[in-house]
């Protein structure tokens, strides 16, 4: 599907961002190894997460889907039951990623995690190396790739320090943790988002975090309250970017996820210059886990931009949302430059390449470096045609493009942004409302 987006003359209004897909994933996996009734409010309805609930029922957890989020019967800690056949984790690499740990300790069972030809793109060997040091048994295509194929065993706790900054790596590890006997102590030199270590604090399991490192001791059973998933801060970063962009553009984004783990594109745009107001986490001194999530409101308007760096410690606090970063620095006075960000190669497309390109093609000036790009703003935009390349971040940085540049921007495969935000276009459609004129295309293949 080709969809055009034509210049926006502002976005008005108020929206909820779409509920978190990151903490959607681990909160129905986490509902999948509890052995009571999981109740989870706000659930995302979205490609990614319902793969993630369609591989919890194979292994034997009930699913109930309502209006208002879901219900999840799971299989407990140790009782996942060996599926008929691969377990099709589609375009979802968080899953691919973090499922592993828990099928790793489920001892004498066989799995075998496939997906979409995208997803057979995406190294998997970052989880194998510690899972294997775990006493795990993996294989998986070039010992790399999937598909890949899991036999439960008895799991040890190790010591862990994770070579580059990964949330999914590290809840791997943690979730094997569980499992595993002894204590498990997993290190990282930057923090990254950390979901999981909340929900298992929440779910009452013995997890705490000490001079860089998280320290998790194996549990019996786990029993998680009932939670309210919040609004995706990588999913309304989008529309706060498009409110920086448009002159004349005034937003309120409600009740959005903000994580002190998940929050520096806000930081960087208000670094640059842009008007945004949100009540932002600030991280724990004591280095505490907090069991909740927390979240605000976003008020976001339209105003002038500078260029800056990002370096490699920022990176895993807006590693998705670093593309926007890029659409932001095409407008700024001066230069933009994002440095350390080389897992952007390894996403649902190389996003380094594919961002660098289809800016480029939009008519901005910018480079790309190994690990990251540079951006010389010129202040505007031209506009173009955008190709998604099968990855729903680029479908959606090509349609905010579009609203701020002069002559809109036809995006090719716009439907991938199903896989995280369905409603993408009915959300900026109610915020161009008024207008008088359509800003929206189909367009016709």
């Not at 480029?360 to 010389?376: K, P």
């Not at 935009?381 to 099968?390: E, K, T, Y």
């Amino acid at each position: 599907m080709n969809v055009r987006f034509d210049p926006a003359r502002n976005l008005r209004g108020q929206l909820r961002a779409p509920a978190d897909k990151s903490i959607s994933h681990r909160a129905a996996l986490l509902g999948a190894m509890c052995a009571e009734p999981v109740r989870i409010d706000n659930f995302l309805k979205a490609a990614d997460t319902k793969a993630t609930l369609a591989s919890a029922r194979a292994l034997g957890a009930l699913v109930e889907v309502h209006l208002s989020g879901v219900v999840m019967r799971g299989a407990g800690l140790r009782g996942a039951r060996s599926p008929q056949g691969p377990i099709d984790v589609g375009n979802a690499g968080t899953l691919l990623r973090i499922l592993p740990g828990w099928l790793a300790g489920q001892e004498g069972r066989c799995f075998t995690l496939d997906g979409d030809q995208s997803i057979r793109r995406r190294p998997v060997d970052r989880i194998i190396a510690p899972l294997r040091a775990m006493g795990a048994e993996l294989q998986a295509r070039e010992d790399r790739f999937a598909p890949l194929s899991i036999r439960g065993r008895a799991l040890h706790g190790i010591e862990y320090d994770l070579p580059v900054a990964s949330a999914q790596v590290k809840s791997c590890i943690l979730l094997a943790a569980l499992l595993a006997e002894g204590r498990t102590s997993v290190l990282e030199s930057l923090p990254s988002r950390d979901h999981t270590e909340r929900m298992l604090a929440r779910a009452g399991a013995p997890i705490t975090r000490r001079d860089g490192a998280i320290d998790l001791c194996p549990v019996d059973e786990l029993e998680l309250p009932a939670l309210t998933v919040p609004g995706d801060i990588s999913s309304a970063a989008f529309f706060v970017a498009a409110a920086i962009l448009v002159p004349g553009s005034r937003l309120l984004i409600r009740d959005v996820g903000v994580n002190s783990t998940r929050c520096g594109f806000l930081q960087i745009a208000q670094r640059m210059g842009a008007i945004v107001l949100a009540d932002l986490e600030r991280p724990d001194a004591d280095g505490a886990i907090a069991p909740e999530e927390p979240v605000s409101d976003i008020d976001v308007a339209h105003g002038a931009l500078e260029g800056t760096t990002v370096e490699g410690h920022e990176v895993p606090l807006a590693i998705d949302e670093l593309p926007l970063v890029a659409l932001l620095g095409c407008f700024a006075e001066g230069e933009t430059t994002v440095r350390g960000a080389g897992e952007l190669r390894v996403k649902e497309s190389d996003r380094i390449d594919t961002v660098v390109r289809g800016l480029r093609a939009l008519g901005a000036q910018i480079e790309a470096t190994a690990d990251g790009f540079c951006v010389q703003g010129t202040g505007a935009l031209r506009g173009g045609v955008l190709d998604a390349h099968g990855d729903h971040r680029l479908a959606m940085l090509g349609a905010i493009a579009g609203l701020a540049s002069r002559d809109g921007v036809e995006v090719r495969g716009f439907e991938v942004a199903d896989v995280s935000y369905p409603r993408f276009r009915e959300d900026l459609a109610s915020l161009l409302s008024g207008h008088g004129d359509a800003d929206i295309h189909l367009v016709s293949q």
